[in-house]
């Protein structure tokens, strides 16, 4: 990603991609060891770039208080992303907090109760590869009004402990999806960009447990969703995006 490490470059550079003609941006951050990003430094930046540009803002919540979430939806963020997680045991070893899941559920409704949009995100095998605790994200979830919910799959990252992990099988990702699906089913879902890339058994998979979205589809994925008589549409923009830049060619 871009690096924007104080308020006045954040304001520069979005307002030079603007000007290249970029739809949007996606703004992002290490957290501190409570899970929470530095957005008081930020949130004037980040109006000032509303007010100059027409760029579509997404941010990488973390976790977050509702007098936070209201300032950034005031400030004009368009949405926002964040990790759910239904097991204690894995938010505590994989993301290293002294704290559970509730904290993610008070997130939530404190981007709820400031009005904004909220894009939850589900990492199958997050648990060193293994299954646990993504349908309980699931039923968090559904809570709460969410306009899309993306699924995504924990890729081996060098230099990680999850490095020689055993991924998640596409079967596995593909009954996420399902449990999804059924518990939204008039909801927008992602087969998101974080994944085993050129696995094409998941992509089939999650077109017929019900996606409506695909980060880099394969050719083979394309036909099977022409094959069911699915309107195709091209998005250069994160898959979270829910304001519409498509287009029935990918270079439109």
């Not at 404190?110 to 699931?138: D, F, M, R, T, W």
């Amino acid at each position: 990603m871009i690096s924007a490490m104080t308020p006045d470059l954040l304001v520069e550079k979005c307002v030079r991609l603007a000007e290249r003609g970029n739809h949007g941006v996606l703004i992002s951050g290490g957290c501190d060891e409570k899970g929470r990003l530095p957005w008081e430094k930020f949130i004037q930046a980040i109006k000032k770039v509303k007010g100059l540009t027409s760029l579509y803002i997404s941010v990488h919540s973390g976790l977050i208080d509702y007098e936070t979430a209201l300032r950034l939806k005031e400030a004009g963020v368009d949405q926002a992303l964040i990790d759910v997680i239904g097991d204690d045991d894995t938010y505590r070893d994989i993301y290293h907090v002294d704290f559970g899941v509730s904290e993610i559920m008070s997130s939530m409704e404190s981007l709820q109760n400031a009005n904004l949009p909220i894009i939850p995100h589900i990492v199958c095998g997050l648990h060193y590869g293994k299954i646990k605790g993504e349908k309980k994200a699931v039923e968090m979830i559904a809570q709460f009004d969410v306009e899309q919910v993306v699924i995504v799959s924990l890729m081996r990252i060098r230099g990680t402990p999850v490095e020689t992990v055993n991924t998640p099988s596409a079967e596995e990702v593909a009954e996420i999806i399902a449990e999804t699906r059924f518990k939204f089913p008039g909801t927008q879902i992602s087969l998101g960009c974080a994944r085993e890339r050129g696995n094409t058994c998941m992509e089939l998979l999650a077109i017929d447990a019900g996606v409506n979205r695909m980060v880099i589809p394969s050719e083979e994925a394309i036909r099977r969703a022409e094959n069911y008589g699915l309107e195709i549409r091209y998005q250069r923009t994160c898959c979270s995006v829910s304001k519409g830049f498509s287009g029935k060619e990918w270079q439109s």
